[in-house]
């Protein structure tokens, strides 16, 4: 085993303390790699406090991993010794299923294997990217073009593909309305790939606190959400819009904003059932639907697509010993607009 130095959390309401954790022996097709920053996601929230239940301790989170290759197997065809990587929201899958096949290793139907708190055959779990090292499968690990920073690309891992995904799958481009619910840690890269893809991008949130960010990054209209008139103003507006907050919305309300044969893609993951009213849905043949990250060659597709935009989150880097600080800030809304962990303090 190699060591490596880690952030763990040992109970749901424990703090974060540092750690050695091991990593597995170079295997002839893993990728030993170097981590140098970590995206903090809000999943990794939920998933260190068991607010999804399952969670195993101690836990190590972290599925937006950025780093420079330290060694390779000797069958690695595809990386060499100091090159840019990344490692996203899984690190394997079973590979032969229609899924895996179709390059769509997120809906593994014998299941994907999470970068942290996913079983391991020898009965231990994935510890994740709030550590120093990680070897991984080659054909798990992603390439960072030069174009993109290490440290604003992390978010990508996660963020990013969570938003390009479905505004692919949907057709976002020119000629097409596309709303984005909520500017934060996901809807801010929401909006600047639906704006490169070259759709007409309307920001809904809660209050007009954050509308010349959401201009500055790439809206070309921004409504308040708490405003009645908003819903009026934009019935029947939206092609697609992507919800992506973690509470309860009425979504009946936001239903009522698309237009004929327009979706509703929910990507946050509210605590309690979503309620829908089914005659808003017959309504201009309205569609609700859900999406996940992307699968690892399309994950890549979107690097290369924010590479060559420019695209990448936007940050505030921080030291591992503010891990606790940086999830109440999170939670606060305080933060503009995802966290990034410097792994050379850990």
Same mark, same amino acid.
């Given at each position: ?21 091991? $990593? ?7 990728? @030993?790699?170097?981590?140098? &920053? ?23 989170? %972290? ?15 595809? &990386? ?5 990587? %990344? ?28 970068? +942290? ?7 231990? $779990?994935?510890?994740?990217? +709030? ?40 057709? @976002?481009?020119?000629?097409? #309305? ?22 007409? !991008? ?15 990054? %790439? ?28 509470? *309860? ?6 239903? $009522? ?10 990507? %946050? ?6 309620? !829908? ?5 017959? @309504? *201009? ?14 994950? #890549? ?28 800030? !999170?939670? @606060?809304?305080?933060?503009? +607009?995802? &966290? ?7």
């Amino acid at each position: 085993m190699v060591t490596a130095a880690a952030y763990s959390v040992s109970a749901a309401d424990a703090t974060f303390e540092k750690v050695t954790i091991d $990593r597995r022996e170079l295997g002839p097709t893993d990728v @030993a790699i170097d981590i140098k &920053f970590a995206g903090i996601c809000h999943s990794d929230i939920h998933t260190a406090r068991n607010e999804w239940k399952g969670t195993q301790y101690p836990c190590v989170p %972290g599925h937006e991993i950025v780093g420079l290759v330290s060694d390779v197997g000797s069958e690695v065809t595809k &990386f060499k010794p100091g090159d840019r990587v %990344g490692v996203g929201c899984f690190v394997d899958s079973c590979g032969v299923c229609d899924s895996c096949v179709a390059d769509e290793e997120q809906y593994c139907m014998k299941g994907v294997v999470a970068t +942290y708190n996913s079983p391991l055959p020898d009965g231990s $779990r994935t510890l994740g990217g +709030y550590s120093t090292h990680v070897v991984v499968t080659e054909s798990f690990v992603l390439s960072i073009p030069d174009g993109l920073e290490l440290d604003v690309a992390a978010p990508l891992l996660c963020a990013g593909i969570t938003l390009y995904s479905p505004l692919k799958h949907w057709g @976002a481009g020119p000629g097409k #309305q596309v709303a984005i619910i909520g500017m934060g840690g996901l809807g801010h890269v929401g909006v600047k790939i639906a704006n490169a893809l070259g759709a007409e !991008v309307t920001v809904l949130s809660q209050s007009l606190s954050k509308e010349e960010d959401g201009k500055r990054l %790439g809206a070309h209209h921004y409504y308040a959400t708490s405003d009645r008139n908003t819903f009026k103003e934009l019935k029947n507006r939206f092609d697609l819009i992507l919800n992506t907050v973690s509470v *309860n919305l009425n979504i009946d309300s936001y239903l $009522r904003l698309l237009a004929v044969n327009g979706t509703l893609v929910e990507l %946050g993951l509210p605590e309690n059932p979503i309620e !829908v009213r089914a005659s808003f849905l017959a @309504a *201009n043949r309205r569609s609700l639907a859900g999406s996940m990250v992307g699968g690892i060659a399309q994950t #890549q597709e979107m690097l290369d697509f924010c590479a060559e935009h420019g695209i990448g989150a936007e940050i505030e880097v921080i030291a591992a010993d503010k891990i606790d600080e940086a999830y109440e800030r !999170v939670l @606060a809304s305080n933060v503009r +607009y995802r &966290f990034v962990i410097d792994a050379a303090t850990m």
